[in-house]
């Protein structure tokens, strides 16, 4: 086997595990956090809470709440300048995979200079970033575990990809309570996210070993969990959804992902939506299409979709494929492109097909794919 990494941030588990948010801060010096989060989670008194525990550990704080959806380049700039300013130490985010992108966007430039796009693109981080405490909201981004940062670059509507081993955050809280407070959409959404992470992860070019069994387990733990978790709010179901969104992002954190992140990136830049809307929309076809390239790897999916295999790996990939549209189905979701895009928008495919051919996650796509095969896969699922 070929040489290979496995990185991950020291991760504290299980319900309450918020209250340890100051100690781990002061483990890694914090005298003035710099806390960055947003409105909805300030509504949800989570921002309170976290400035509560920070107070009590006698660590003073600067609050940061300019995340949206789809962060911003010029954001994560004005965090830098704002962090700078304030002469803030450790950096913490709490919230989805945006309050965390923006976080790792604000400690690059803080500590590296430039512009956020100065960094787009694999190991172009050369300085050590400030230390950071994340607790995540959502069962899915997992931005929380990952070396990737995702922010957009307003002037060229397309989400930037930043990867990079510094860029995993030191210390991973993962609070199933908070998921008690989000909405059935946040719910759903997350957990397709996590589940297009496992996926594409198993499929890629650089899987190995220590991470294609998180991918399996990931698979798994949301087919068998999203439903009872939507419909009751049952907690034990919800933690099952941490469990999967952490095991799926040390995945594809260390295996990267394929050609329908690529695909999404674009489409999100373009159309300013959110990666759990997109893959409901993509995820199938993109996978038809990789099917010639890894009949056993796709077949070894199928098995765990469908709890059984079939007489071949390709009946039992393709089956495992189709299952798959039927649990999206199941789900109140966007199924088409044109769904969530306008006619007149159309235009716009094919430019975005040829910048979706150069995201950095296309390279570990198992099939080489070219703007061509993304703009039949669009066509396909408009």
Sequence with gaps: METTKFAIPEIIFGRGSIRYAGQYALRHGAKKVFLVSDPGIEDA????????????????????????????????????????????????AIGGGSAMDTAKGIAIIASNGGKIRDYEGANRVQRPLPPMVFITTTAGSGSDISQFCIITDVKRAVKMS???????????????????????????????????HAIEAYLSRIASPFTM????????????????????????????????????????????????????????????????????????????????SCPSKMADIGRVILDKRLGSDNETGLAGIAKLEEFFASFNVSLRLSDEVGEADKQYLEPICKMAVNDACNLTNPREASWEDFLSICEEVW
């Design 45 to 92: 008194g989570w921002v309170q809470r976290l400035m509560d525990i920070l107070k009590a550990e006698g660590i003073d704080w600067i609050y940061y709440p300019r995340v949206t959806s789809n962060p911003r380049d010029y954001q994560v700039e004005e965090g830098a300048e704002f962090y700078l300013k304030n002469r803030a130490d450790v950096i913490m």
């Design 162 to 196: 930043i990867i990079t081993r510094t860029l995993v955050p030191n210390i991973s809280i993962v609070d199933p309570l908070i998921l008690r407070t989000k909405t059935e959409k946040q719910i759903i959404q997350s957990a397709v996210d996590a589940l297009a």
């Design 213 to 292: 069994p998180q991918s399996l387990k990931a698979v798994d733990l949301i087919l068998r969990n999203l439903q009872p978790a939507v419909e009751t709010r049952s907690l034990d179901s919800l933690e099952q959804l941490s469990i999967a969104s952490i095991a799926a992002s040390m995945a594809f954190s260390n295996a990267g992902l394929g050609a329908e992140h690529a695909l999404a990136h674009s489409l999100g830049g373009q159309f300013d939506m959110s990666h759990g809307v997109v893959h409901p929309i993509l995820l199938a076809a993109v996978m038809r299409f990789n099917m010639p």
